[in-house]
């Protein structure tokens, strides 16, 4: 197998024409140079240069092996560039789950941010429910999942994933334009009499309102349970119910009175699901995108939606366990109302 180092040599001198110049272009010795071309036709089994009493030049085989030189040392030198960029984390593929809402402004921003300055960074985005996402992520098939979890019923562990807390994603409550409590500063007592429209539990058959509801001392009436968020505002828009929705899910709510509760664990934990040890380089970058992405968000949503409170990611406690799951729709889906 030829050394590089000796390809190098028999490149100079095509170049220069001279062992002399060969020789300070390589800060090397002449004799060395002449030791290293020796060496080099002896492994060929083949003439490299017609040497003459003042120059010398290739041979033809020696002129074929200048060019393949070249072309190694190209490569050489696009390989070393190109993991050097990989290491930066200016190239790579950086795969990240999430789920639906997430991806309606959260993920957008982050990205916006992230693709802008790393545009030779190629992405895989995969939808889907946390529960789904997070056995792939400890399987090393992504790098990160966004995540999300439910103080009233929250998930268990999936180890060895670890999360971070970015925001907190409140639980709104949606009235049918007109509807005499709208406008009000309201408690989820207040509502009791009122038929809903609600989701399917995480944890089982019993969704977030029941066990908030039962908490409160009476068990809600329901008219639909619905894993689409637009399927939930378009019932209650026509008046058939009303609803609870996080913030993320009411980007372009329609004809609806939206408004906060007051309680204090009505909302969703929004975090980044990460594996130890992932030498993906790129990952970190993309978290700070998220985080300052999650602060920006949080910002915004407390002017979109008057008394709902800007949420920090400190406020959230810190979580090993995994966001809950929310069961995909029948025609297997990840559901909306993720």
């Known amino acids: 197998m030829f050394n590089t180092a000796r390809l190098q040599v028999v490149l100079e001198i095509a170049r220069h024409g001279t062992i002399v110049a060969a020789a300070e272009q390589l800060r090397l010795s002449p004799s060395a140079v002449s030791h290293q071309l ?7 089994g083949v003439a490299l240069v017609d040497r003459g009493p003042r120059s010398l030049r290739l041979t033809v085989a020696g002129q074929r092996l200048a060019d393949y030189a070249q072309q190694i040392i190209d490569l050489m030198s696009a390989a070393r560039d190109e993991l050097s960029a990989h290491g930066e984390g200016r190239r790579g593929l950086l795969r990240i789950g999430f789920f639906a809402t997430a991806g309606t402004e959260l993920l957008p921003r982050a990205l916006s941010s992230f693709t802008a300055d790393h545009p030779q960074v190629e992405l895989a985005l995969i939808l889907g429910q946390p529960s789904e996402l997070l056995p792939r992520l400890n399987q090393g098939e992504l790098d990160l999942v966004v995540v999300f979890d439910h103080p009233l019923s929250p998930a268990a562990e999936i180890p060895p994933a670890t999360v971070s807390p970015l925001m907190v ?8 334009a007109g509807h005499p409590l709208a406008g009000r500063r309201l408690r989820l007592s207040d509502l009791a009499d009122e038929p809903w429209i609600t989701t399917l539990g995480v944890q089982g058959e019993v969704s ?6 039962r908490a409160e001392g009476f068990q809600p009436r329901i008219r639909c349970r619905s894993d689409h968020y637009e399927v939930v505002l378009g019932l209650v828009r026509a008046g058939v119910g009303v609803a609870l929705v996080p913030s993320l899910g009411l ?3 329609g004809e609806v009175a939206v408004q906060p509760l007051d309680h204090a664990n009505l909302h969703r934990e929004i975090g980044v699901a990460l594996r130890p040890g992932n030498p993906n380089p790129v990952v970190g970058s993309f978290v700070d995108r998220l985080t300052d992405a999650a602060s920006g968000l ?5 002017e979109r939606w008057p008394r709902v409170p800007a949420s920090r990611p400190t406020v959230v406690p810190h979580r090993r366990s995994s966001p809950t799951a929310v069961r995909s729709a029948p025609d297997g889906n990840a559901a909306t109302t993720a």
Do not use: M
């Not at 994603?169 to 049918?176: A, F, I, R, W, Y």
């Open 169 to 176: 994603d409140p639980q709104l409550v949606v009235l049918p």
């Open 298 to 302: 949080s910002q915004a949503l407390s």
């Open 208 to 213: 977030v309102l029941e066990l908030a509801a």
């Open 251 to 253: 980007r372009d709510p």
């Open 38 to 44: 020796a060496t080099l036709e002896q492994e060929a």
